[in-house]
């Protein structure tokens, strides 16, 4: 438009029109400056005239820009008479209708006085604006006051929206454990995005620690399915975003959960030293529910997978004592829950690998009877309770016991084939031998054909919030 020979005013016009763009952005643009080069010249033109000094920044002329509306800030006259001297425009030039209908009346007068009244007025009146009266400074004060608490009591979520989200956040915690993970993982990056967005806007100090609890749920949400989905990476992106949530609502229980999600990925990453101290600082966290649990079974985990037998078994005691004081229900429940059976599948995997099996088959059988009698059962859970249970038949030398009691593993739908599964299966055939024939080999064969239908699943990706 320059190289045409539009005007700077043409210009700012056609921003206007074209980008939907408020009138003070709109000439930004059109000297084609950034915030922080505007902020400089508008305290440059301030400067320059007798009157109220005005100290721009980047932040503050994103915030004149956008006002009225969230996270915005009214521009005084001072400032606005600093901006026209600095876009070599008239005042009134910096305002729209919805500007018009906020200002005080007496502000719009004086901001949009006509060069032809200016040039009735006697020539001293052709100079600087005159600073206000005594009682126009304390009434311009007191408006800009009311604004504020105006802007203030105003909020854009309220307490029956709040619940709703937390509901949904809770269905989708409990879906997650029979449902398909990559349909449930969509659902829940959009629920997350929705709160994102609330976050941005404007609402009273408990209304954001609850929507960081919320925001904190769904990223640890996220980092497990990712996890589950093999993607350990992205997994810890999300951990660490859902850290910072618990951080800012300072919400004890959201901080022991978010450092069980980042246990698992770490111990599913092979940084196993790193899995023990986050599961260890959960358990400072003095969380209610069932995370403190969960935690003691995560530490047992990774030290038996260290091969420490010792330190494995004082934290499975240790788990079964935190049970005993378990007095609340879980706030979110679901994957964020640690239900006898999943309890009993930890102490299985961990027995396993400290070298007692007949432990271990106790342990998957006491899993499988406390599933029985839950309403939700977790087929990720079921899976490595069975596959726990084929390796206790393994390593007792019962061949056929293993298979039978990994049928229904093999006969999981492809969907339901998270990469901890197929990890796990792929350890349980290290431990059987080459031969070519009998219950070994039909073993070996079914599982290796299992693990070639278990194709990394492909997330259907929409334009999100950030990385899924």
Known sequence: MTSAGCSAADIAVEMRTRYRMRPREAWRHA????????????????SRHPG????????LVGKWEKWPGPSSRRPSIAVLFAMAAAYDCQPADLLDLHDR???????????????AEAEAEPPAALGPPVPPSAPDLVRMAADESATWAQWAEASNVGDIALEQLMAETRALASDYLTSDPVVLFTRTRHLRDRTFTLLEGHQYPRQSADLYVAAGYLCGLLAWMSSDLGQLRDADTQGRTAWLCAELAGHNDLRAWVLSTRSKVCFWEGRLREAIAYARRGATCRPGGTVGVLLACQEADAWSQLGARDEAIEALNRAEARRDTVLEADDIGGIFSCQPARQENYSAA???????????????????????????????TKAQIHISKSSAHLATGEAEGALE???????????????????????????????????????????EEFCLDSAPRRLALSPGRGAA
């Open 52 to 59: 109220e000094a005005v100290a721009a920044d980047a932040s």
């Open 101 to 115: 209908q906020e200002l005080p009346d007496a502000d719009v007068r004086a901001l949009t006085q006509q060069p």
């Open 405 to 447: 009691a990994l049928a229904p593993v093999l006969a999981m739908p492809p969907d339901h084939r998270l990469t901890p599964v197929t990890r796990r299966l792929h350890e349980l055939t290290s431990g059987l031998g080459r031969q070519s024939v009998g219950t070994t080999a039909v073993l070996r064969a079914a599982i």
């Open 31 to 46: 000297r084609g400056w950034t915030l922080q080069t505007a902020a400089d010249r508008i305290t440059q033109a301030s």
């Open 350 to 380: 961990v027995h396993l690998r400290v070298g007692e099996p007949d432990k271990a088959l106790r342990a998957a059988d006491n899993a499988i009877t406390l599933m029985a009698t839950q309403t939700v059962r977790a087929y990720g």
